[in-house]
């Protein structure tokens, strides 16, 4: 069996023109205000992307670098301010902070409502309790990308690699909440392959590279990798490209989750647009 490809970078593509269309429609200003501290390069480039891409989807930013010996209290003044500005919707704070800061604090200090990343406990809470406001956007783009696939969740075995916040955990919720039977391994996991050998969806989250390999899948299962792994031989996924001599569905690394988790913050920012302006429904009731 050769995998089908699941083209994120052709779903983000659809979905940004979607969400330009819905700013358009919107009709007042959008604004996405990001906070970026020290001199990561990843990071940097991650941030100019989001930057990139709002602005061509009709989405103001504002974008902050910091110097990476800048007080703890110098960014939550500026996260202060920026929850206190009328014209900001979305506030994201680029991860990882220095060392020196205390991450979940910082996190936490931004505005619920304007959290676009969904990393504050109160929307990781309800996305537990099944009352999502914001979601974190690198899960929501998997789910988009299954859905855009026509998987099948509801009664299905799934397995997520990875136990993070900010993928893992949510994912998992957002895969129960489809009524999938979930399972979420983690580097503790014994015998991680009898796991994900029963996996009908296979969610890779774990930054490994190549750790799962075409012995560890189902034949004919949907397989996402999330993994971003810098090795010597470039960019690789935690799923072995081998992988797609088995699976049914195989995202690729580059060009598959890392599109869809951009598309779905702009989707996000929007959504929390609305939500704050117009008290409207929330996005995922
Ligand atoms: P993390 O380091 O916070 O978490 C990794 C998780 O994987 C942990 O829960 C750990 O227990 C688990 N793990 C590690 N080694 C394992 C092993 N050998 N077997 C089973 N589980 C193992 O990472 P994260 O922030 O969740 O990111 C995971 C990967 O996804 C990274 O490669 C990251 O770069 C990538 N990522 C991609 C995007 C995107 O937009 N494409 C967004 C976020 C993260």
Same mark, same amino acid.
């Given at each position: 069996m050769t995998?089908?490809?699941?083209?994120?970078?052709? !779903? +983000?593509?659809k979905l940004r023109a979607e969400v330009a269309d819905?700013?358009?429609?919107? @009709?007042?200003?959008?604004? !996405? +205000?990001?906070?970026?501290?020290?001199?990561?390069?990843?990071?940097?480039?991650?941030? @100019?992307?989001?930057?990139?891409a709002s602005h061509e989807a009709g989405i103001e930013s504002r974008d902050h670098r910091l110097p990476g010996d800048t007080s703890e209290s110098d960014v939550l003044d500026l996260v202060a301010q920026l929850n206190a500005d009328e014209e900001v919707d979305g506030i994201l704070v680029q991860l990882p902070l220095p060392d020196h800061m205390d991450e979940p604090m910082v996190l936490r200090a931004v505005d619920p409502a304007k959290d676009v990343d969904g990393f504050h406990p109160l929307n990781a809470g309800r996305l537990f309790l099944g009352e999502p406001l914001h979601v974190p956007a690198t899960p929501l783009g998997i789910m988009a990308l299954l859905a855009e696939y026509d998987v099948e969740l509801e009664g299905r075995r799934a397995v997520v690699i990875g136990r993070s916040e900010i993928v893992g955990k949510p994912v998992a919720m957002l895969l129960l909440a489809k009524h999938a039977t979930v399972t979420i391994c983690h580097s503790r996991t014994r015998d991680l392959a009898e796991h994900t050998r029963a996996a009908d969806v296979l969610v890779a989250a774990a930054g490994r590279p190549g750790l799962v390999t075409p012995d560890m899948v189902k034949s004919g299962a949907a397989v996402v990798d999330v993994g971003v792994n810098r090795t010597k031989s470039g960019l690789v996924g935690d799923v072995d490209p081998a992988v797609a001599e088995v699976a049914g569905l195989l995202s690729p690394?580059?060009?598959?989750?890392?599109?869809?988790?951009?598309?779905?913050?702009?989707?996000?920012?929007?959504?929390?647009?609305?939500?704050?302006?117009?008290?409207?429904?929330?996005?995922?009731?």
């Open positions: 995998a089908i490809r699941m083209d994120g970078r052709a !779903l +983000a593509a819905d700013v358009r429609a919107f @009709g007042e200003p959008v604004c !996405l +205000a990001t906070i970026l501290v020290g001199d990561d390069p990843a990071s940097h480039v991650y941030v @100019g992307k989001k930057h990139e690394v580059p060009g598959g989750v890392g599109p869809m988790t951009i598309a779905m913050l702009l989707r996000n920012t929007l959504s929390a647009a609305r939500y704050r302006r117009l008290g409207v429904a929330l996005p995922g009731s």
